[in-house]
């Protein structure tokens, strides 16, 4: 009789383990995430209530040790407050969201010279500020932090400090921190839905010789006693907190004046010492890239803070006005073409790809990570539209189906909404292809690069959600795309165009798409061109001859399937 009760729960057991997993099956990633996820990726009540004006980070590094420490003056507005439940007035102490993520430590908090308390729940510190806080009204906290940052192992793609050594054994350092935040190292207001408006003075202090370059204009070199330097860096642009960035080498600088569309626009080089002339080669680009990208996306973002190319010993991120490189001053990508096309080695991936973030990340940058396709589908398509400026239309055509191959469509390109969820990373390849499938839809390039200018000018130094971009690109067009950005955007299907021929017909439809899927599709019969207007159900098209040649147009992000019998 036991062994029999033993038996059945067993076999109830086996039947619960089923359950759940098929409610896992149903459910999916929506139902993994943590409250660190929404404490790191939402917007809380305790974030909110202030908006950012300024960041005044100072920082010290000690290079032996791997360790760094500073403070950083948190400056913000406080916005409209409700008065909480029981009191009639919005004048009240308010809990403020810090983020700085362990190993390193928030040592204290102060607001005007008053030590405030500190509750810290993982990357999360709660502070509670002891005065009133008056909507309206402009205030700061002073956070003092220490500690030895995460070291990242494969950067940028993990996040961390790079402390490198360069080819003569000396210190090479810099930080990359995209995907896992800024607050790796610095404590901050730590979602990139509010960005400092006033952007960000940055400190460095380290020992001589060394040379530390951060983002934007260098204000002033000063000594600090022990044989150690200060370098104060200044942005007054809207910054990304992952675009702040600490380099440390022995670099050496040389600079050019690039007169673009807003004036005179002073570009800084800063290199290691001993590829400083490889490195005035290479550069050459920077003129080129700038004349394309204005020419597409309209003004350089930061006239007031320069343009900055900094070498370092990771492979380059988009750092605001102080994009990072390091592809070896070889063209393509660590010499390779990613699209195989051959048009990939006409210019250097890293200086066109991370200059182009310039204008989507930097300028236009996602309110959510989720939309961080935002970033990366127009930044990626920026390399093909250098193509076409430089090397004209066909180039750009092959460059940008070549990469095709390199789309998984593996899980839609947008991600969860406020727990730090990225879309798949299609996002760079099979983003571009979007927008280079809706170029083909729009047929008319004057129209659509006043689309691509008409972004940059509508959301200058503003974060965004895709679904904003959305609206207004449709709107700029006038065309419906709800159908197409559901497709592309929010399923990982990409369409199909079935087709049947026989004799002078061609039969054909939509399969694998949402309903009112609505792109029409250019094809070409015979060698003469057709637009079409595929739905999910079979229409037809009648050709004076039988038909011998037939295909999609290559331009469009579709999959062709020939069918036996429709």
Not at 84 to 102: F, H, N
Not at 339 to 356: L, N, P, T, V
Request: proline fraction near 4%; include cysteine.
């Amino acid at each position: 009789m036991k062994h029999l009760d033993l038996v059945s729960v067993i076999y109830s057991l086996k039947k619960l383990v089923l359950l759940l997993f098929l409610i896992w099956a149903e459910f999916g990633l929506s139902q993994s995430f943590t409250r660190a996820d929404s404490l790191r990726g939402g917007i809380t009540p305790e974030r909110i209530w202030w908006d950012l004006e300024h960041y005044d980070l100072s920082v010290k590094l000690d290079v032996d040790g791997r360790q760094i420490s500073g403070t950083n003056r948190i400056s913000y507005v406080v916005n409209q407050v409700a008065p909480e439940p029981g009191r009639v007035s919005a004048k009240t102490k308010k809990v403020m969201q810090i983020d700085l993520q362990w190993p390193m430590r928030l040592d204290s908090v102060t607001q005007n010279g008053v030590l405030l308390k500190v509750i810290r729940e993982g990357s999360a510190h709660f502070v509670t500020t002891e005065m009133p806080q008056i909507s309206g009204q402009a205030n700061s906290v002073m956070c003092y932090f220490s500690g030895r940052p995460i070291e990242a192992q494969n950067p940028p793609w993990d996040g961390g400090f790079a402390w490198n050594q360069d080819e003569l054994g000396r210190p090479f350092i810099a930080n990359a921190n995209q995907g896992i935040g800024a607050s790796v190292w610095w404590p901050n207001k730590d979602h990139p839905y509010d960005e400092p408006d006033r952007g960000v003075d940055l400190k460095i202090q380290l020992a001589k010789p060394l040379v530390a370059v951060g983002n934007g204009r260098l204000l002033e070199v000063s000594d600090a006693g022990d044989d150690d330097q200060i370098f104060h860096w200044q942005v007054t642009s809207p910054i990304n907190n992952y675009g702040v960035n600490i380099n440390v080498g022995h670099y050496v600088r040389f600079e050019e004046v690039y007169r673009g569309l807003s004036g005179a626009l002073d570009c800084t080089y800063w290199v290691l010492d001993y590829n400083l002339e490889q490195a005035k080669t290479q550069f050459k680009q920077v003129p080129m890239m700038l004349e394309a990208f204005e020419h597409w996306f309209g003004p350089y973002p930061f006239y007031d803070d320069g343009y900055q190319l900094v070498e370092v010993p990771y492979l380059g991120m988009e750092h605001q006005s102080s994009v990072t490189y390091g592809n070896g001053y070889r063209n393509g990508y660590r010499g390779t073409d990613l699209s195989d096309s051959g048009w990939g080695m006409k210019f250097d991936f890293i200086i066109i790809h991370e200059s182009g973030h310039e204008w989507f990340a930097n300028n236009i940058t996602n309110s959510d990570v989720a939309d961080m396709w935002i970033h990366e589908g127009f930044t990626a398509y920026s390399e093909n539209l250098f193509l076409d400026y430089h090397y004209g239309r066909e180039a750009s055509n092959q460059y940008v189906v070549g990469t095709k191959k390199r789309i998984q469509n593996d899980r839609p390109l947008i991600g969860y909404y406020g727990v730090n969820h990225e879309g798949s990373g299609d996002m760079y390849y099979k983003g571009a292809n979007i927008l280079h499938t809706l170029r083909q839809w729009v047929n008319d390039d004057a129209l659509w690069r006043e689309v691509l200018t008409g972004l940059n000018q509508q959301f200058r130094h503003q974060t965004i959600s895709s679904k904003q971009l959305e609206d207004y690109i449709a709107s700029a067009l006038n065309l419906n795309l709800t159908q197409f950005w559901e497709q592309y955007l929010r399923t990982p299907d990409i369409p199909v165009f079935e087709y049947h021929i026989q004799d002078k017909t061609l039969k054909y439809r939509y399969n694998k798409t949402i309903a009112e899927f609505n792109l029409p599709v250019l094809v070409h019969v015979n060698g003469a061109s057709h637009w079409l207007r595929p739905t999910e159900s079979w229409k037809e098209l009648s050709h004076p001859s039988k038909i011998k040649d037939f295909e999609v147009d290559k331009n469009f992000l579709l999959k062709a399937r020939v069918i036996d019998r429709p």
